[in-house]
């Protein structure tokens, strides 16, 4: 099944891209007002803020175990409404949440519920599409994808100067209702009755043990929870960094979304460059990359205060240009001996690396405090530990 008209497949991009960007409106619009949401709440130390960000990964890992079976059961289309439903009543909790607590409760609930149409846009891809051309459409929908996280700071930091913190959350709530209201409307089931297999507890299990049965699945499953925790701590501990260590307030959606253009470039290489070169090389250099640069960066400030914000910003941008290569290119491997569950073992995989990078990401953003000094550390750490697996990986046959 394929869109023949053009225009219509110009939107069909389109109202994926906004099905999945709404993940990235809930975190980056958010990260301007983080010093002062954990005033209002009551946080102990700054370092607390970072929850507010990190909790809702663990939503977004949990969310796709329950919403991803049970839409092969039930058909897409009803999936999304759940989880936006969900979505939004979780939005409410985090605006009249009075602690840290009901606020970190309410950031898991939105990852669960957004976790619904992240998902259920790629399966509804995956019903339409099949093999190049399915990444070509997956292709333009990360493009269009992208522009969120570049403009969802700015929006935030506009909105808290104007009104307050809650706005950004009755932002998203809106946003959120126009890209249901959208779906509800333009987009068709794609899951013929037919095709839907009933839903069982029984392909949990024998989806775990099918998974833990492949070694390079297992292996890179485990370095793309080492190399997204790391992430993770950027995004929690940008504001903290930015904002309060170099007294850059004004300035600092500006630097993230700069910031983001590197990760969004690579993307946009990698879809070039992996068909000539092959995901397992552009993983090995990638990470070479990513520990060099963290490396460098400890060699040269491990006994002294932060450099200057442009220095940084070209480690950051170095960095995340490393990554930008390994997060699709790590997720496609470990689902490549797979593909006969394709479907759980996506869900599977991702809850694991999950479970890895949400400690990971709070234990490190712990030591976030004077400088930035840890999270490369940090960084530097994770890449030799994944650069292990990678050796150990090709040196057995699954």
Known sequence: MQISKERSQLEFVALMAFLMSVVALAIDALLPALDVIGVHINTKVANDNQLLITMIFLGLGIGPLLFGPISDSLGRKPIVYMGFAVFILASFICIYAENLEMMIFGRVLQGVGLSAPRTIAIAIIRDMYTGDYMARIMSFVTLVFLLVPIVAPALGKFLLDRYDWQTIFYVQIVYSLVVTLWFWLRQPETLAKEDRIPFKSEIFK???????????????????????????????????????????????????????????????????????????????????????????????????????VEVLLIFFAAQFFCIGFLFGNLRSLAMVPLGHIAGIAAAITGFIATLMAVPLSIYIGRFIDQTALPLFVGFSICAIISMVILWWINRTKD
């Not at 090389?281 to 963290?294: A, D, E, M, P, T």
């Open 206 to 308: 024998a989806g775990f043990k099918e998974v833990l049965q492949h070694k390079k699945a297992i292996g890179y499953t485990i370095i793309q929870g080492f190399i997204t925790g790391t992430f993770m701590v950027y995004l929690s501990s940008s504001q903290q960094i930015f904002q309060e260590q170099y007294g850059l307030k004004e300035e600092f959606p500006y630097i993230f979304s700069g910031l983001a253009l590197s990760f969004g470039l690579s993307m946009i290489l990698n879809a070039n460059l992996v068909i000539k070169h092959g995901m397992e090389r552009l993983v090995k250099i990638s990470l070479y990359g990513f520990l060099v640069v963290s490396a460098v960066y400890v060699l040269l400030y491990h006994s002294s205060d932060n450099p200057s």
